[in-house]
């Protein structure tokens, strides 16, 4: 049990006890399921995973004689219960009204001594947290391809649970697929498995709902090393695993820091274009998407955070989504201390300044509200929270405590933070009095120099908030004032040695009516429009709008159409949006794109493309 200073009563943080999670119906505070055992048929004729789901759990308050489960679109035949695990009978069931963000509760009767129930169900072929591919989506092109996407509350769309990260479960599964294809989920999986769609999991460590991850299709597996591989299709396997030759590496130099790596194998997935995040930290097996493959390592930096998961996010998890940046602060700040002990500060520091400029560009346009660490989600649905601010600003607040404790102790607080809460589910709360317990207390005078509750508390940067710089940069805008002022040709910039980061902030440090003449003559120089790198390619396109670059719009389309990435999407999508004939564009495209979408880009660009 963790102690907090900073509460009492029924809000004293933990694992254990109560903490109000706004977007969950379930009860753990009276019954707390343990173990979830899954049986799932996967059917890609009609879009379904129909099986059963049994739930283990422990009475905490021996009065309560219901389990509230979360659920959204599924469809529910019968439920059980069992005292022993082994024999089960018909037990009550009702279903409450549907909430569009939060899905409907599904209240159980439990029986006296009741130990267990088993949910018979079916998902929804639109299941929010589930994208069914056809094969033209892949790249093989020969296979269907399923994969679910849990966070933040989508783990309900598909196994009726207790769907808060407050609740930590170990799980088993089975999972039944076509024959040729290959089942994975983020638990133990065997590489060498036979391929005769029997497939068999376990993660026997306990786990936040949102973190249970299932994907199938035609897979092939390469080590990486010792403990590191990855998995993707035929096709995309050996460029992937090029690209990802680094990952055991970060995996040793993150260890250094924060201590041993607690679950067994760190593998890699990759997914189809279309998987609607840039990765997805699922213990054991990170999704990512396929636009990482710059073919040169340059984008990597996404597997170095969502590794860095496996200690902020997976070990120590926010206990509500208000304490998303507890998360994706810390993994970010992680994220950059891997890339500095793995390529070096220049690398590291080139990607703290864009960071910090994408967070204050961000930041501009957000309410008040939104440019807080701690954030109030009540009535919202909690993707809407997710802005770069917990990541950027909440790296910066780390950052600022290394700089003023030094590095050395702040390396050794983060390292026993870790060991303190592993496996606990935490508050923005437990944080601050663990830190004040440990650090801030401890160092008085350098305390006074940190506003740590304006940090978390109050929106935007503190005065004394990091600025991370880079010599590199200072030289590429150097070189674009040169061409802007006419002294040089574009074939006279010296880009030669540039990484893609100094090409992005070379693209970034360009006025925004840069015009389409002068974006011609960049193109004609660097092939832009091309690029095979995509974060560039974003980058550029993104001007091409701004500036109506015609000569790129085929590639836009192309780009619209193949990519289901939100980080790139939405904000296409909204620069289009800006002006009447763009907004044509944006409805023209949309309508060939969105079958292509997964569920959760859909329910966002409906918003923004109306
Ligand atoms: N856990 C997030 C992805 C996520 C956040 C999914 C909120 C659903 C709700 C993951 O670790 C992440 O942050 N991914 C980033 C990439 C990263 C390099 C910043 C992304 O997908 O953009
Ligand atoms: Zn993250």
Known sequence: MVKSSADVGALVGSDESAVRDFHSYSNPQEVRVRHVDLDLGVDFEQKILKGTATLTFEKVSQKSNALVLDTRALNISMVEASADGRRFSNTEFTLGANDPVLGAP???????????????????PGASGLQWLGPQQTAGKQQPFLFTQSQAIHARSWI???????????????????????????????????????YRFRMVQPIPSYLIALAVGDLRFRALGRRTGVYAEPPVIEKAAREFIDTEKMVEATERLYGPYRWGRYDLLVLPPSFPYGGMENPRLTFATPTVLAGDKSLVSLIAHELAHSWSGNLVTNATWSDFWLNEGFTTYIERRIIEAVYGRAREEMEAALGLRSLEEEMAGLEERDRVLHIDLKGRDPDAGSTGVPYEKGALFLRSLEETFGRARFDQFLKSYFAHFAFQSIRTEDFVSYLKANLL???????????????????GLPESAPRPASDAFARVEAEAKRWLKGEIAPAKIQTA??????????????????????????????????????????????????????????????????????????????????TPEGRERARSIYRRARAGYHPIAVAMIDEIVK
Do not use: C
């Open 497 to 578: 040695a540039w990484s893609t980061q100094e090409w992005l902030h070379f693209l970034k440090s360009l006025p925004e009516d840069l015009g389409s003449a002068r974006m011609s003559e960049l193109d004609r120089a660097f092939r832009l429009t091309s690029s095979g790198n995509s974060e560039i390619a974003f980058q550029w396109l993104l001007m091409a709008i701004r500036n109506r670059y015609e000569a790129a719009y085929p590639k836009l389309e192309e780009f619209l159409t193949t990519i289901g990435r939100r980080k790139f999407i939405r904000p296409l999508y909204e620069e289009l949006m800006k």
């Open 441 to 459: 207390d401890k160092y008085p005078a350098q305390a006074a120099r940190v506003p740590v509750e304006e940090w978390i508390y109050k929106p």
């Open 106 to 124: 599904l209240n159980i009767s439990l029986p006296e001594g009741a130990t267990g129930v088993r949910i018979h169900y079916a998902t929804s």
């Open 160 to 198: 009726p649970l207790q769907d808060t990260p407050q609740v930590r479960v170990t799980y088993t599964a089975h999972v039944r697929t076509p024959s040729r294809l290959m089942a994975v989920m983020s638990a133990e999986n065997n590489p060498s498995a036979l391929r005769n769609g029997d």
